[in-house]
């Protein structure tokens, strides 16, 4: 108890951030979101306003009208609902299955366990659009397609989770920790639920994050299952708005933002969970 | 008294009821057809939303779902489909019509085999009374078969739709067309006539064409030269241009699927030296050395040379089209010409807004053009072949077209309504009231039929690169042409 | 349940120096906790391996296998070629073209980035901070933005004559850069646009670790004398190695097989008049989709993961090298 309070209060004085840091992040903040706020300006101005030799840097007034004929296209309200679907369905899979395997690969002694692990990373430098035609016929055989079971279902599990979830718990749980319990005569299924979990639960929320980005922005592969416009997802549905051979900026602007801003409201609420996660598991480490 | 009003009221009730059932009865009973979902994959706009309305009065039981994607993946998703299909042979997928870009309908027409042959189909009575629900519409036939809607069409681009073993599997949609816009404010300033007739009077060869450019770049003050200002935006846009002028491009049918390539033959080659990038002179002779070798068929390399003749009078400007350098340089006059398909011109207008009464259009130099065009087609594995087939036949018929023409400017592909004042009397007066619609009529009808082969896109590509390098000057023209050999005889191995 | 003071006390032996404790890996094979019972892991894998198997492998080995053949998935006519498929890519100049245009690309955006994203992560771990969660949110809106957005945006941005940075370039008297034609500057662009998307996103990898690292050790170097910059190559980099070595060899991965962005900006699938704008992948895809030759295509893919492999495990020395010779 008392190394904690002494170590809590003896922070190290280059912790606190100079103004430097600040100007620093600000200048990332800026660059971050001006491609965003840009598309808004672009949504919200017609297309010869983009074109225009002056470079347009204020939001105009047509924004609203724009988002009302996104919608009038595509009925984009399901479209987000069905990305959000696939997106958490993915992502609790993937955080739940790569945990559980990347625990094994981490603390626990297998045969082949090296190779393994090592035939997982090598597949994931595989270029993933060699697999398409025969995953296709996969689905469309499982009667999969235009449901977005095609899009759950092949990305319930990946390669890249369980080596992400392999380094969290070799990093982030002690051996002897584990050694202590296992003496203790806890079993490994209940050492793994009461505490490798909690241990790396805020990677594993991470890992979740990623995920959901992952599949919220994936374009080639939904395009080609789904065929409905009730079952598209949100990029599919931008995709739609491709009006004519030629682009029209606004119109399409105006639905990449629609498709964006949702994850953005979301961060707004998330945020705060993922700091006070991450703060967590460093205080109690 | 109540029992008299009562008996009075129930008899009431009771005619009510019997007028009302009768009526009922007698109501023409509404043919419930069963519930049908159309699947339609295609791209841009070939698939116009009045239209689909319109549809819907006529069939409320049929639902057509789109799905749009960029040209690349949408064809892309046919292929993966069709190769489920070949190998699974599992018919009821989407979709049940698929929208096929004329660039690749070389590739397509290789393959006919992923397609129901339109000749085996026959309309339907279902829209045999279309125009009864919507005034503006056609009646369609029942009994009709690819056989007998040919003659509608435009036969070059009739035969686009046609495989390599002759089977139709594709309707045309719009025509491009290919035409001259021009700036006549430039023109003006230039000190070239403005009026179309006069213009188009300049340039009836592509070297007359070149010529006014040069004359146009001489009043080009050397800033303006320095910032890349330019008589035609892009002189890539001339090699398509004069491709579709011949009657041969890459490939002859020869009744085989992959069809004859012809892009390369036996001739007089010059001889290259690497020392001056250029053919080689004979020391001796003085004169430029030849050899027997194979060289790029004489369509192209007339082609090629128009366009490198235009790249070398320095007349283009370094802008590709589409790009967003492209849009701003509409309104800033950065070019003053752009080789336009009928379909541009909404396009221009959208873009460049405040040129207003500044463009007009000429004839196309060395006669008609064309740049881009769609087919419909009902893949084989379709789940609704007939219900497609009674829709493409009512969407792609003359007086439907003609509609599409007046509501979104795509031009119509169905030769029998070119005479429709609607069409001939069109005047644009973003265009300073050009007619429009006659002078894209008399491009259209100067072309003839080309054979298109399955790696069309490919030889395209690689030879627009080949172009690529001479205008970037990475290359000179003789060394780019040996190397687009080279890359062709690799594409087509 | 263990005493604190322990954990305290126990902890400096096994974070400071991650890969010491991995060369103590029993020759059994594991890094794993021998008093646990290893049998448990076939059940843990299990659901990971099916999975994967049905819908990750198979796919790609089937496809891969059309490297031995000429093949057309619509006529379905297969005819065996053997290693000619393999020979033809390496004599393919546009292969060669397309491998340096990945490496180039993949180095502007690889290891500037991964220094950006250290250094915002040692900015954003300060406990002092304030608005944490407005930076960190705000670092994650770059991933979060659809491709095809990006792409238009930047394609703007880099636009040859009236784009908004050779605006400003030219603002200053230079001349205009091309960022399509010319090789570099397209390169650049790029790179560019894939740090931007990724720095954020690798920012809080790095965080997430950088905050595991116990505040003991930096208690105790600063009792050494060690100041702000000592502190951080001596304690918090080390601390970072297994970090550094996923984040690059993910990175890699990623990085060698970059394509919608390359893609966008060139325009076309060949990427560009000379191919300046060719990746690996996307002339994997032009040969397989565009050229329609999926035998080819495959005997393309097949040596990219060869690449990448080398590449991955080169890093993977690399890192593993400078970290024992850092070893105390």
Redesign the interface.
Known sequence: MTTSIVTRRRKPKWQRVSLTGYIVLSLVALASVFPFYWMFVVASQT??A????TPVLIPGGRFFTVIKHVYEVVPFNVALLNTTIVGLTVAVAQVFFSALAGFAFAKLNFRGQKGLILFVIGTMMLPSQLG??PL??LV??AGW??TLLALIVPALVTAFGVFWMRQVVDAQVPNELLEAASIDGAGVMRIYWSIVLPIIRQSGFVLGLFSFLASWNDF?WP??V????AHFTAQ?AV??L???????YSLNLGGAFMATAPLLLLFVFVGRRLVSGVMDGAVKG | MSKNKFTRSLAGVAMIATVGAGLLVAAPAKATAPAV?I?IWT???VIEPAMLRAYKVIHPEVTI??????L??S???L??????Y???H?LG???DIAAVEVSYSG?WRA?P??FTDMRTLSTSAANANAQSLVPSSSNIASGLSANDIKNNYLAWRWAQGTGYNDSVIGIPTDVGGLEVAYRTDLFKKAGLPTDRAKVSALWPTWDKFIAVGKQYMTKVSAADKK??VGFIDNVGTIYAASMNQGTYKYYNNNGT?AGQLVYKVQGNAPVYDPKTKAQKIDPKTKKPMFKKDWVLNPNITKAWDYTIKADNAGIGT???Q????W??????G?FATILAPA?MM??IK?????TSGKWNIASLPGGGGNQ?GTQLTIPKWAAHPQEAWDFINWYLAPQQQLTVFKTYGLFPSTKVIYNDPALTGFKDPFFTNAPVGSIYLTGIQKLQPIFEG??E??ID??I??????V??K?QTSLQSQIQVMIDLD??T? | MADIATKGRSRPKAAPSPWKQKKRKPSKGGSGVPSLNGKWAYLFIAPFVIMFLIFGLLPVLYSTNLAFYQYD????SQTWVGWDNFK?VLA?ETFWISLGNTFEIWALSTFPQMLMAIGFAAILRSRFLRGKTFWRTILLVPNITSVIAVAIIF??LF?????MINNVIGFFGFPHIDF??NSFASHVAVAVMITWRWVGYNSLIFLASMLAIPDELYESASLDGAGAWKQFTNVTLPGLKNTITFVLIVGTIGGLQVYAEPLTLA????G????QLSTLTMYLYNET????KYGYGAAIGILITIIVLIISAINFLVTRRVASEDKR
């Not at chain 2, 959208?350 to 405040?354: E, L, N, S, W």
């Open positions: 297309t010869a983009i074109s225009s030799p398409i035609i296709f016929m469309s055989q397609l235009d080639l395009n080609l789904l065929q409905t416009p599919v995709a739609q491709k009006a004519s051979y030629v682009l029209d | 979902t699947n791209f841009g706009d779902a789109l799905k749009k994607a960029d690349d993946p064809m892309t998703n292929t993966t489909s069709c190769s489920a070949v190998q699974s599992h997928s989407p979709p590739y393959y085999q992923c910032k890349g699927d370094r802008i590709g589409y790009t967003s350098d849009n701003v340089g509409m309104t800033k950065t379909w909404d396009y959208g873009q460049a807004p405040t881009g399955k790696l896109r490919a590509q690689a627009g690169a080949g172009l690529g390098r205008a970037a990475k690799k594409a191995k | 998935p619509l006529s379905l033809f393919d394609g703007q636009g040859r004559d009236y784009g399509v034609e325009g076309t699938q060949d560009g008049s000379s191919h989709f565009i050229n329609m």
